[in-house]
């Protein structure tokens, strides 16, 4: 009995092609051509917000390591990376968004 597999690729293939692909829109984009520019500035702005966070985490956490390292203990505040000079001020941060700190663990972050 000889068996083809001819039959069997093409309905898979016939399968594959028939499926509609969904267009790949990403969180921060609506869709529609006429609104990217407002889509755009909207990625833009959110990227920018990021990147203010976390150079400013990584500004303050450095900062806690050297006092520790230094100091043999957590920093009792933010503050008191200032008054030692490891900071000349706390990072800006977006708007709506605040430094909280938990000397326990010795950790910065960032909440609204």
């Known amino acids: 009995m000889k ?3 001819f039959p ?6 016939g399968s594959a092609c028939s499926k509609q692909s969904e267009p790949n829109i990403n969180e921060n984009s609506s869709g529609n051509p006429v609104s990217a520019p407002v889509d755009y500035l909207g990625a833009v702005n959110k990227g920018r917000k990021k990147a203010m966070i976390d150079t400013g985490l990584m500004q ?3 900062a806690l390591n050297q006092f520790k390292a230094t100091k043999l203990k ?3 505040s933010l503050q008191e990376l200032i008054s030692e000079g490891l900071l000349t001020e706390l990072p800006q941060l977006p708007a709506g968004m605040k430094w909280q700190y938990n000397p326990q663990t010795g950790e910065a972050s960032v909440a609204p």
Do not use: K, M, R, Y
């Open 3 to 5: 068996v083809t597999l």
């Open 8 to 13: 069997l690729i093409i309905g898979l293939l």
């Open 60 to 62: 303050v956490n450095g």
């Open 74 to 76: 957590p920093a009792s």
